[in-house]
């Protein structure tokens, strides 16, 4: 059964949440901010940062502060990303 998405969850969101998975799996480690900047076309690191607070509150990727390259995709981001991937 698919996740019911909140209306809270924007294409931004779904944008932000792709690039990281896309990262991850191109460079097989996590992006950093900067990485992620560049992959939505953002002009701003600020910006990123708002929308990882975003994605964190909705579950969509875990992170530990103060730590570099430490975003990673939760189960509920990987369903959002990749809809039910076969397993």
Same mark, same amino acid.
């Given at each position: 059964m698919k996740t019911a998405w909140p209306a809270e969850v =924007?294409?931004?969101d779904v944008?932000? *949440?792709a690039a990281v998975a896309r990262f991850a799996m191109e460079h097989h480690y996590a992006p950093s901010t900067r990485d992620l900047m560049e992959? =939505?076309?953002v002009t701003s690191t600020a *910006?990123?940062?708002e929308r990882l607070k975003?994605?964190?509150a909705h579950g969509l990727i875990t992170r530990i502060p103060n730590t570099?390259?430490?975003i990673?995709?939760?189960a509920k981001g990987?369903?959002?990303v990749c809809g039910r991937c076969p397993r």
């Amino acid at each position: 059964m698919k996740t019911a998405w909140p209306a809270e969850v =924007t294409a931004k969101d779904v944008k932000a *949440t792709a690039a990281v998975a896309r990262f991850a799996m191109e460079h097989h480690y996590a992006p950093s901010t900067r990485d992620l900047m560049e992959a =939505t076309g953002v002009t701003s690191t600020a *910006t990123v940062h708002e929308r990882l607070k975003r994605l964190q509150a909705h579950g969509l990727i875990t992170r530990i502060p103060n730590t570099h390259r430490s975003i990673r995709l939760t189960a509920k981001g990987v369903e959002l990303v990749c809809g039910r991937c076969p397993r």
